[in-house]
């Protein structure tokens, strides 16, 4: 494009890109870099700014660490922890805890939601049960499930389950309902059987559907960990976290509530770029 | 013609929705490798027609055969285009295209060849790997098409494969299809709104009459091919277009009126 519009021209007027209205691809490239950085500079002032305010209201507002531990407190405490092998310890119950209890649930939630879909009898049986779980705190049954299977591990992989599963059931039936009527007609128009309009429609359609579902169960499947620990336990992050309460020791509170953010945030991430591998056609 | 060597034969078909009745005995044949369009007003049942055709849907009496085999259900040896394109958004447009093969499992070494070869016949080479949101309409269109002619099917039934696109993609895409479809050599039902792209496409265009759905008129365009976008402006060319005007113009007033004045 050797002669650039009038129009374009005063608008660019005076810049030095006035002459060349298509930019090279380089500097397109390099254009979407500096806006990259720049992102990623105002969500780090965030954090950082947060902190800062924090630290500064425990510090000179409050000046008490029973009400309120400071940043810098908070994480004197996690390198204790960490140093006396606590913090592992308590890592590698509660990560036992979740892990099992949330692949139990995605696995058995995935599958109950494929049989709702394909299954309309089964969808009347199940349906206002699975609607009246998810919509109660089940949460407050914790105790009772403690009761149940005890203080060891299983009664918090219980509680994770009971937590994660319906989620996932309801999003796993959502998006097989979802898919679009056309595409169905259309493999239907090759001749194909109920079997493969599952398989290569359906399903492929409903994948985003699933993941967010993992996405959703991650947040309730921590919390479900925590408050089962809380409720009675003898190791784990919630475990700390309630014998950090019982003795006013705030600062080693907040470290295990920084462990266990820190555990959302990688783990919502990693079913983030999931997404965006197992369904590229998204993004 | 002769039944005997009709490639599809439609004797007496009825279809109901409930008590209504959208089609009402439908007798044709068509020959193999005939283009034949269907016009009409909505609500004419020409879709509906097309679909019973292709298996998709059920009806109530008469026959619809294919070399005189009963059609009950979908079958490898029709495909339909449909009006929307329908791509699968998570297969890349090889993917898509291949998909008619790959549900009746006729995937080969061959036919890779030959889906490679289709997709450049319609002008989709140096596409392949493209997912359908990165595609243009028209684009998008040469892929639905691709997909039914992948299976090499005898006969090819389209449901206004063009209505979405802008005029001059249509144009293109019009000339484009008698093209392909003089090399795939099948038996085309092609339904249109519009009455030029009917003439300028077919050996004969079928009329449709509404309430119920019938073949108002059987009419053969005697028009020789291969035929030049420039026919469109021949005297025989425009007669055709005015005498099929001619025979649906009351009963398109009255669906367009019946559109505007009803609350849908």
Not at chain 1, 145 to 158: C, E, R, Y
Request: glycine share 8%; hydrophobic share 50%; net charge neutral.
């Amino acid at each position: 494009m050797p002669s650039a519009s009038p129009s374009a021209t005063t608008t660019l007027a005076g810049t030095a890109t006035a002459a060349k209205p298509a930019p090279s691809a380089s500097k397109r490239r390099r254009a979407a870099t500096r806006r990259t950085i720049v992102r990623a500079a105002i969500t780090i002032a965030s954090v950082l700014g947060g902190l800062l305010i924090w630290e500064f209201i425990g510090r000179v507002v409050v000046n008490n660490s029973l009400f309120l531990a400071t940043p810098s407190a908070s994480l004197i405490a996690l390198g204790d922890l960490w140093s006396k092998g606590d913090l592992q310890k308590a890592i590698a119950i509660s990560g036992e805890e979740f892990a099992i209890g949330f692949l139990i649930a995605v696995v058995a939630g995935t599958a109950i939601g494929l049989l709702i879909a394909g299954f309309e009898t089964l969808s009347l049986i199940l349906t206002p049960w699975i609607n009246g779980f998810y919509a109660s705190p089940i949460i407050a049954l914790a105790p009772l499930l403690i009761l149940w299977f005890g203080v060891g591990i299983w009664s918090k992989i219980a509680v994770v389950i009971s937590l994660v599963i319906f989620p996932m059931i309801i999003n796993t039936e959502t998006g097989i309902k979802q898919t679009d009527p056309q595409l169905i007609e259309a493999a239907r128009s090759f001749g194909a059987s109920r079997m493969q309009i599952f398989a290569m429609v359906s399903l492929p359609s409903a994948s985003p559907y699933i993941i967010a579902g993992l996405r959703l169960g991650v947040g309730r499947g921590l919390i479900g960990v925590v408050v089962g620990e809380l409720a009675g336990a003898r190791g784990g992050l919630g475990y700390l976290i309630n014998n950090a309460s019982q003795v006013f020791n705030m600062p080693q509170l907040f470290a295990s509530v920084i462990v266990l953010a820190a555990a959302g945030i990688m783990l919502t991430a990693l079913f983030q770029y999931l997404e965006r591998l197992l369904v590229p056609w998204k993004a | 013609m002769n039944g005997a060597h009709a490639k599809l034969a439609v004797r007496g078909l009825t279809k109901y929705y409930d008590d209504l009745e959208v089609l009402s005995g439908i007798d044709v044949d068509i020959a193999e490798g005939e283009f034949v369009s269907i016009v009409g007003p909505s609500g004419c049942g020409k879709t509906t027609f097309l679909r019973i055709v292709d298996g998709l849907e059920p009806y109530d009496t008469g026959s619809v055969s294919i070399d005189g085999r009963t059609v009950t259900k979908p079958g490898p040896d029709r495909a339909f285009v449909f009006q929307a394109d329908s791509l699968q958004p998570w297969r890349t447009v090889w993917s898509n295209a291949a998909i008619g093969l790959e549900i009746q499992h006729r995937m080969s070494a061959d036919e890779r060849t030959k889906l490679g070869d289709l997709l450049a016949l319609v002008g989709l080479k140096g596409f392949e790997k493209y997912y359908p949101r990165q595609l243009s309409g028209g684009m998008r269109q040469r892929v639905n098409l691709a997909r039914a002619l992948a299976v090499h099917p005898e006969v090819l039934l389209m449901d206004e494969p063009f209505a979405a696109l802008d005029a001059q993609t249509r144009e293109i895409m019009q000339t484009e299809l008698l093209r392909i479809w003089s090399a795939a050599k099948s038996t085309v039902l092609f339904i249109t709104h519009q009455i030029d792209e009917a003439v300028y496409l077919s050996d004969r265009v079928l009329v449709f009459g509404r309430r119920p759905g019938r073949i108002q008129e059987d009419i053969r365009i005697d028009l020789p091919r291969p035929r030049a976008a420039s026919v469109k402006r021949t005297p025989e060319f425009t007669a055709y277009v005015g005498h099929i005007w001619g025979l649906i113009e009351s009963a398109v007033r009255e669906s367009v009126m019946e559109e505007t004045t009803l609350p849908v």
